[in-house]
């Protein structure tokens, strides 16, 4: 199963049946996305597909095709539809540019958004880091102590999409939600590489149980863990299931969610859920 291929799939209500059949023997697998469904009013999948171009699934009843690499979740169009107005999918430019092994040096001005390493318009590269690498520092730049002037994150959610979590080491409480489709490890309660762990405290340590503060040290925590693909990574369909699923619980609860994930959302500029 290493060799398939992604694609976000959007479909015309009550067609998918149809569809599905006239793709036989290239879809692989698929999962219906019920939260981003009902909000575009159309019916969208997330499919695996063996190799190849993705005009092959342009068939009678598809709106929209979007392929997706094996770590990228980029540009699927209901996404656009899903976001603030006026955020938009970066561009191929844009992506070179803030990717590029050496960052253009006008990067930070130039893509203010979505530019990994920048803060308030400042480089923060490697010299600043070195130079200045503690975490307070690193909260100032983000402009965290002026923001706890006005809210600490109490009332906020905070969705963290990664490697799971170790339940030990986040303060009592603090959890408001877990998720994982991994049939293997069916519980969320699990990280292997520590890597959602310290995303979580990153994000919401509090400085009573852990001794120093995160970002957000008051707002609840949401975990989701999709299950790894075969070659121990997260799967690109995956994501987008638990994305679709954190998009599910903030509007059957009417609430804004802060979602971060790590390990490959990083085409689009914004992503504001209702």
Not at 88 to 108: H, K, L, Q
Not at 192 to 206: C, E, K
Not at 232 to 251: E, N, S
């Amino acid at each position: 199963m290493e060799d398939v291929v992604n694609y976000g799939v959007e479909i015309q209500p009550g067609r998918d049946g149809e569809v599905i059949r006239s793709l036989r023997g290239v879809l692989l697998d698929g999962t219906h996305l019920h939260a981003y469904s009902r909000l575009l009013g159309t019916s969208v999948w997330v499919f695996q597909a063996v190799p190849g171009p993705s005009s092959r699934l342009r068939v009678p009843g598809v709106i929209n095709v979007e392929g997706t690499a094996e770590h990228v979740f980029y540009a699927l169009p209901p996404m656009a539809e899903a976001t603030e107005p006026g955020i938009e999918n970066m561009t191929e430019a844009e992506i070179g540019a803030i990717a590029a092994p050496t960052p253009r040096a006008d990067v930070s001005s130039a893509y203010p958004l979505g530019a990994p390493g920048f803060s308030h318009g400042q480089p923060s590269n490697l010299a600043t880091m070195t130079e200045k690498g503690d975490w307070a520092h690193t909260l100032e730049m983000i402009g965290a102590p002026e923001a706890w002037q006005v809210n600490r994150g109490e009332g906020s959610v905070i969705a963290v999409i990664d490697s799971g979590f170790n339940q030990s080491r986040i303060a009592p409480g603090q959890i408001v939600g877990a998720w994982t489709n991994d049939k293997d490890l069916p519980y969320a309660d699990y990280d292997p590489h520590g890597h959602g762990t310290m995303t979580s405290l990153i994000a919401t340590a509090r400085p009573g149980f852990h001794g120093f503060s995160g970002v957000a040290p008051e707002a609840g925590l949401y975990v989701l863990r999709p299950r790894p693909t075969a070659k121990k990574i997260m799967g690109t369909a995956d994501i987008m299931v638990a994305t679709d699923h954190i998009l599910g619980v903030a509007m059957e609860n009417r609430m804004r969610i802060i979602v971060n994930n790590s390990w490959g959302l990083w085409g689009c500029k914004s992503l504001s859920l209702p």
